[in-house]
């Protein structure tokens, strides 16, 4: 759940932002801007790369794509819903159960959110950043 989204962000931006931040890890994404979600899908090297806030550059990730790394992707998809003004829904599920990588999706949607909050929500009252 993101609260305290500044308003002059809407959902669309959030979405293209978490289609984004999966890209960056070297993931494939397909955006479906009219239902806000994102298809995903991650190998182990991805998600890796994404826990661990590396970029990956596309040489890296078509040189490390193969057909016989297929089986051990992670395929799930993040949907975006409005709650209430400046509220947000950021949920991911999966798209094959049976993915050995399937653990790490919680882990994934935890970093995509906090990625989220630093970007689009507003700072509390009273927190200080030095």
């Not at 990956?56 to 975006?80: P, Q, T, Y």
């Amino acid at each position: 759940m993101l609260g305290g989204i500044q308003r002059q962000f809407s959902a669309i931006q959030i979405l293209q932002s978490v289609e984004d931040f999966f890209q960056a890890g070297g993931a494939s994404c397909k955006l479906n801007a009219s239902s806000f979600t994102v298809d995903i899908t991650a190998s182990t090297e991805h998600c890796d790369a994404l826990l661990n806030n590396e970029v990956k550059h596309l040489d890296e990730v078509s040189s490390s794509s193969n057909i016989e790394k297929a089986h051990s992707n992670l395929s799930f998809r993040v949907s975006v819903f409005q709650q209430m003004p400046a509220t947000l829904l950021v949920k991911g599920s999966l798209q094959h159960r049976d993915s050995p990588l399937s653990g790490l999706l919680s882990s994934l949607i935890q970093q995509l959110e906090a990625s989220l909050r630093h970007k689009f929500c507003r700072e509390k009252a009273g927190t200080n950043h030095i």
